[in-house]
């Protein structure tokens, strides 16, 4: 078996082993870690109809319950203000393009919330979300929205000016798949964003399998710096910026995980803590960029100009 970044053969057990903490998929999950590049594959290995099953009905991104209120409102604003996507918005610009506003697809944009920001930020925004009722929320609060995945949604080439991984690239089956099929929606001088869970930060080896960004079996595939340099390679892209950066959420959901083995975005503790995490933001936010160490890695990549790298 091998690393879904950078195709190293993976050791013959797990480095961590943890039940599903939202309760939905029955038994255990293991993850396997890359001798190459650090990155953590979860296993078992499974396609998108048996992923589909993973996902409660109440899950956050999805709906507007559980975390998806006022305070995680509050957390989204804040986290939609980086530097990534001020970035990504200058690296678009920089290439000229026709004046009208660009254009930007947003994979895995749940029930909307990335797509109701960025719109107000001058993008023409297309949602790809293969949940049918988050598709339904997010068209309610006008975001144009496909229900699919990039390997169903047929859209045509070089039609947009961005696309978008935040906190999805670590969902897909296979993220070289998902990162390549992104490369040729790119429109010349392009460029992809990407947000993902930082497995090599202190958070999560401080906190093994109770890190709350851990989320197995919905997290496929555990991001280390040099597991995404490896999986954008073989995908035909390169980094042109890539830091760690603070989670709003982290603090309170690992705390909470800690407590009760579950994530449980709910009840007076969990809502305590993330009222004190939306307060220190700011500060881990600054120290994240100072020791350049956080628990989510934030990159925008280009198409690579030799194209895509050959593999096993
Ligand atoms: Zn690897």
Redesign the pocket.
């Known amino acids: 078996m091998r690393?879904?970044?950078?195709?190293?053969e993976l050791p013959g057990h797990g480095a961590i082993t943890s039940e599903d903490p939202q309760g939905v998929a029955p038994g255990d999950f293991e993850v396997r870690v890359?001798p190459?590049?650090?990155?953590g594959t979860t296993l078992p290995l499974v396609g998108a109809e048996e992923l589909a099953k993973y996902y409660p009905q109440a899950y956050g991104p999805h709906s507007r319950q559980g975390a998806s209120g006022p305070l995680a409102r509050a957390a989204m604003a804040a986290r939609l203000r980086t530097r990534l996507f001020r970035r990504l918005r200058r690296v678009v610009a920089s290439r000229g393009g026709d004046g009208g506003r660009p254009s930007l697809l947003d994979v895995g944009s749940g029930s909307g919330d990335l797509g109701s920001v960025l719109t107000g930020q001058g993008w023409r925004v297309v949602g790809l979300e293969p949940s049918a009722a988050a598709c339904e929320l997010a068209r309610r609060r006008g975001v144009e929205t496909r229900e699919g995945t990039l390997e169903t949604a047929e859209l045509p080439e070089a039609s947009f000016d961005a696309v978008v991984f935040h906190h999805s690239l670590e969902h897909v089956p296979d993220p070289v798949d998902a990162l390549r099929a992104a490369r040729s929606l790119l429109r010349p001088g392009g460029a992809a964003a990407i947000a993902v869970p930082n497995f090599d930060s202190r958070q999560r080896r401080r906190l093994g399998s109770n890190w709350w960004a851990l989320d197995l079996p919905r997290h496929r595939f555990h991001f280390s710096f040099?597991?995404l340099h490896?999986a954008l390679e073989r995908s035909g892209l390169e980094s042109t910026w890539l830091r760690p950066t603070a989670s709003v959420l982290g603090p309170a959901a690992s705390a909470q995980q800690r407590r009760s083995g579950r994530m449980e975005m709910s009840g007076g503790r969990f809502l305590a803590g993330y009222g004190a995490a939306l307060v220190t933001y700011p500060l881990r936010w600054a120290l994240a960029e100072a020791l350049g160490d956080g628990e989510f890695i934030a990159a925008i990549a280009t198409p690579r100009a030799g194209g895509i790298s050959d593999e096993a």
């Open positions: 690393c879904l970044a950078c195709r190293y890359c190459g590049c650090g990155g040099r597991a490896a």
